[in-house]
Structure formats: C-alpha cells, structure tokens
C-alpha cells in the first residue's frame, strides 16, 4: 500500500514487477494529443515584465485552471494582488527613484511567478503545448493604451481647474 503511495506521487520513476526502481526516466506526460496547452513560463514572466505582475498571474491561473487544479490558483491570485498593493505601496515611498524600484519589483514577481509558482503548481518535467500569446498580448497593448490615455485625459482635467 505505501509503494502506490509513492509510485502515484513520483509517476516520473518507472519500476519493475516487485516495486523496484528500474532507473528509467519517464515524463509524466507521454501522449502529445493529451498534452495541455499553456503559457509557457517565459511568456509568463515577460507579461509580469512588461504590463504587470497581475497581468503575468493571470496567464498562469489560466495554465491551473486548464490543469484543474483549484488550490493553486486561490494561491497565485493572492500573491499577484497583494504583490502588486505591496509594489503601489513601495512606489508611493520611494517617489524620487521609482523607476528602478519598479523594474526591480517587477523582476522579483516575474522570477516568483515563473521559478515558485510554475515549480511548484505545474512542475518543470511537465510536457506541454504552447498556447499562443498573441490575445493576451494584444489585450495587454489595448489596456495599456487605455491607461495612457486615461492618465492624459485626467493630467488634462487637473491643468483645466
């Protein structure tokens, strides 16, 4: 009983009729037509670069919904929010130079969704598709630009009055 325990926990191992490893490496997925389609970890990090750590979160709970798993995406929700308070919380402190606070509070959140989050929820010896990204990038640019030109019309709006 406590070796199917084990063998459902490592499926990567193979063994042989008494239970013994066999020293063969297998990956946990092996049919290519089964295999899920996400973002991979470098698209993720890049959106977590260039538009937000929220932005780059909500790939990866895209990649744990498509993997069913529940838990984890309560997880990686409550770390982009509160990460990304925590950054606007920083921001506001260090006004004179939040530019390098931004690129490297950025950097930290990419690395943790991509190097913790990823191993930890996904694993690195999972054999996958990769989604396309070209949505999320085009959502992204939109929302961005959609920003920029709120920021403008409100700068506008205060110089007014």
Do not use: C
Not at 46 to 55: G, R, V
Not at 79 to 105: C, D, G, H, R
């Amino acid at each position: 009983m406590a070796t199917d325990f084990i063998q459902n926990d490592f499926p990567e191992h193979s063994t042989d009729e008494n239970n013994n490893d066999a020293g063969e490496y297998k990956p946990l997925n092996v049919n290519p037509e089964k295999e899920p389609e996400l973002y991979s970890p470098q698209v993720i990090g890049i959106f977590a670069l260039l538009f937000s750590i929220i932005f780059g979160g909500i790939l990866l709970i895209i990649n744990l919904y498509r993997l069913k798993n529940k838990k984890a995406i309560k997880q990686v929700a409550a770390f982009s929010f509160l990460y990304t308070a925590t950054e606007v919380v920083v921001m506001n402190q260090f006004k004179t130079s939040a530019p390098i606070w931004s690129v490297i509070l950025n950097v930290v959140g990419a690395l943790l969704l991509t190097n913790y989050y990823w191993r930890v929820f996904i694993g690195i010896d999972i054999k996958y598709r990769k989604r396309y990204f070209v949505v999320p990038l085009i959502i992204g640019v939109g929302l961005s630009f959609l920003l920029l030109k709120l920021m403008v019309i409100m700068k506008q709006y205060a110089g007014i009055q």
